[in-house]
């Protein structure tokens, strides 16, 4: 299994700011996972994660607007830039490990943009 | 186009009662079918998962099905508790490009 931790865990912040979320994962993996979730939505995956690489980013995300790092096998940041009330949304970290491939998320991080 | 969709979208049933969610799928190639349970505030977490040969898996009080010919699955929550009240993630994995789909969930409320 893997435990994630994400911090903050929830922001308040003005439009046109920035925040940068930390995702630390207990293990070392490959690969994280960064998520969307919009309220009453499922889950939308913004970008993957490799360490030393850059991100692969989703359709529909890019890498000005969210960029992420990745310095080890067990961390990484995704910053949500310049943001808007529509940038309003949980933004979850999530890890596959175990042979059957389970994704284990964080407990995510709850932006409201004024 | 590869979807997943759930029903009901939402629903209440009171403790003690038993349910049954249902997703329905469009990928291919398949790999894999999960169930997670998501509380409010927090991140999913895995249920069960199921491989194109297994039709049932249980866990404690949830038990899900897949009908891999229809390209449907269920999961069965008996005896529901007031801590059951969650929403309900159907995902499945293609077996090309590790890709996963996720629904939209079905929202369980749990009524004393």
């Known amino acids: 299994s893997a435990v994630i931790s994400q911090k903050p865990s929830r922001d308040i912040c003005q439009r046109g700011t920035s925040l940068t979320i930390q995702c630390q994962v207990d293990s070392q993996v490959t690969m994280m996972f960064w998520y969307r979730q919009q309220p009453g939505q499922s889950l939308t995956l913004i970008a993957t994660?490799?360490?030393?690489?850059?991100?692969?980013?989703e359709s529909g995300f890019v890498i000005d607007k969210f960029p992420i790092s990745r310095p080890n096998l067990t961390f990484s940041t995704l910053t949500v830039s310049n943001m808007s009330p529509e940038d309003s949304s949980i933004y979850l970290c999530s890890v596959e490990a175990g042979p059957q491939e389970t994704q284990y998320f964080g407990p995510g991080t709850r932006l409201l943009v004024l | 186009k590869n979807q997943v969709e759930q029903s009901p979208q939402s629903l209440i049933i009171l403790e003690g009662k038993n349910c049954t969610l249902q997703?329905?799928?469009?990928?291919?190639?398949?790999?894999?079918l999960r169930w997670y349970k998501q509380d409010t505030g927090r991140g999913p977490v895995s249920l069960t998962i199921m491989t194109f040969s297994e039709n049932t898996k249980s866990n404690g009080r949830y038990t899900a099905t897949l009908d891999a010919d229809t390209k449907q699955s269920s999961l069965h929550i008996t005896a529901s508790q007031l801590s059951d009240s969650a929403s309900y993630i159907c995902v499945v994995r293609l077996s090309s490009a590790s890709k996963i789909i996720f629904g939209s969930g079905t929202r369980l409320s749990i009524r004393p």
């Open positions: 994660a490799n360490q030393g690489s850059e991100a692969t980013y």
């Open positions: 997703c329905n799928y469009t990928v291919s190639p398949f790999s894999n």
